[in-house]
């Protein structure tokens, strides 16, 4: 089992920047690939970043690409989304999540998901 617990999320004005945090225990977390995906009201959970458990390889959505970035320390066994140039429509709860497989950014690979924190953006 891998729990994971976020935390980071808020209120920012858009254009501002967060920083969240997933921090993880239970198993081996460095053999994790870690992702983040995020949920609007009324909408499906969708993709938003993911890391190998190295780190080397990343991969993000579209609509993040250029402004999120993911990394992880695995000697705190935590990952992390810095979020830059926020947008209104980046509003959403924002899950970090574990699959324990080499890499994936599909959601169902996924078995381990945290709480999820929101994250607010205005205009």
């Known amino acids: 089992q891998v729990q994971l617990v976020e935390s980071g999320g808020g209120l920012v004005q858009a254009g501002g920047s967060l920083r969240l945090s997933c921090a993880a225990s239970?198993?081996?977390?460095?053999?994790?690939?870690m992702g983040w995906f995020r949920q609007a009201p009324g909408k499906e959970r969708e993709f938003v970043a993911a890391?190998?458990?190295?780190?080397?390889?990343?991969y993000y959505a579209d609509s993040v690409k250029g402004r999120f970035t993911i990394s992880r320390d695995n000697a705190k066994n935590t990952v992390y989304l810095q979020m830059d140039s926020l947008k209104p429509e980046d509003t959403a709860v924002y899950y970090c999540?574990?699959?324990?497989?080499?890499?994936?950014?599909?959601?169902?690979?996924?078995?381990?998901w945290g709480q999820g924190t929101q994250v607010t953006v205005s205009s």
């Open positions: 999540a574990a699959a324990s497989v080499v890499f994936t950014t599909t959601r169902s690979h996924y078995g381990y």
């Open positions: 239970g198993r081996t977390f460095s053999r994790y690939t």
């Open positions: 890391g190998s458990w190295s780190g080397a390889t990343t």
